[in-house]
């Protein structure tokens, strides 16, 4: 280990001395960190299965056109595997505290990090993060021609009725991008018409809901003003929930990306510190660090180190001072050498 072709290891990256009162308050802040990122763990895993099954509904709409099962991979995957990273990972802490079993804190930490399985789960957070990020970019065209493409089997596939008919009521919208969209399907019957599903009905307004051939001329009814039903499309609607939903994930998942680099940070300190303070005294101050630095050593020239000690000795000078001799070094070369 001290040596790489050729090199070898001359320092420590970023050293920091820490005693064993320091080590136990590290241990505790990485205990704490563990912890907290446990819960979120569990909570991207929560989320995950929100995404299929809450919202399944509304992306099934669109399920032509849009598809979730790889972001749903990502919050189900990263969630389950941080649950389980950070759960041994808080076992081994209870080992760095314990006298007997302090190395096998080390040995499970090289196997968790250096083996590359939380390093992995750290990169599958940010890469869920900058994935929800695109998804909501994504979802507004998606989410259009999926209720398009809904409203066009409205009259031949019930549970894609049923669906858009909850969708209406609940959202409080009406067609895709707005209440005349139903005008250009054949929902209702062989020919087109101005009239719309009654699920498009506003139970907030007083008057009777008139859904059916809405350019009807009536009696102080006017379309233009007089409206009872939802003028605001679905897609709109829906991609103002898509996005607060998609969001909060986002944003969840980045802070979490940062929290999981000082955790790292500060698991290494610990490890190094630990496995330092193993070889020498505990209760004595040990180097924590990030990594090893290595390098070439350097090459002594014989000539060079012989001719400087015999300049120490031809040219010393003393000078008296308190009963005591001083020797001067003067590293000048004499001339001619």
């Given at each position: 280990?001290?040596?790489?072709?050729g090199y070898k290891v001359i320092g420590h990256c970023l050293p920091m001395k820490i005693d064993a009162v320091g080590r136990r308050h590290l241990s505790k802040l990485c205990w704490l960190l563990s912890d907290f990122i446990f819960v979120a763990g569990m909570s991207m895993l929560g989320f995950g299965f929100y995404l299929r099954h809450s919202v399944d509904r509304e992306a099934y709409l669109a399920s032509h056109?849009?598809?979730?099962?790889?972001?749903?991979?990502?919050?189900?995957?990263?969630?389950?595997?941080?649950?389980?990273?950070?759960?041994?990972?808080t076992s081994s802490l209870y080992y760095a505290m314990d006298e007997h079993r302090r190395r096998r804190f080390s040995e499970l930490y090289i196997l968790l990090v250096y083996n590359g399985l939380f390093f992995v789960l750290l990169w599958c957070t940010l890469a869920t993060s900058i994935i929800t990020y695109n998804h909501i970019s994504e979802s507004r065209d998606s989410f259009k021609s999926g209720i398009a493409h809904s409203m066009r089997s409205y009259s031949?596939?019930?549970?894609i009725k049923t669906d858009l008919d909850d969708l209406q009521r609940e959202l409080g919208c009406c067609g895709s991008e707005k209440y005349t969209d139903w005008f250009l399907v054949h929902w209702g019957g062989e020919e087109l018409s101005d009239s719309v599903p009654w699920s498009c009905c506003d139970p907030l307004v007083l008057r009777?809901?008139?859904?059916?051939?809405?350019?009807?001329?009536?009696y102080k009814y006017d379309p233009t003003v007089d409206l009872t039903i939802y003028s605001e499309g679905c897609a709109t609607k829906l991609q103002a929930v898509w996005n607060a939903t998609m969001l909060v994930g986002a944003r969840a998942t980045l802070s979490l990306f940062f929290i999981e680099i000082i955790f790292m940070l500060a698991l290494r300190y610990l490890q190094t510190s630990i496995d330092n303070a193993l070889v020498g005294d505990w209760n004595e101050p040990s180097d924590g660090f990030l990594c090893l630095t290595f390098g070439k050593p350097a090459v002594t020239n014989p000539l060079r180190s012989s001719r400087i000690l015999m300049i120490w000795v031809m040219e010393k000078k003393t000078t008296i001072g308190t009963g005591v001799?001083?020797?001067?070094i003067d590293d000048r070369e004499p001339h001619g050498w």
């Open positions: 280990m001290d040596t790489l072709k056109f849009y598809n979730d099962e790889q972001l749903v991979g990502l919050y189900l995957g990263t969630g389950g595997g941080l649950m389980f990273v950070t759960f041994c990972t031949i596939n019930r549970d009777p809901c008139i859904h059916l051939d809405l350019e009807l001329p009536r001799k001083r020797y001067q």
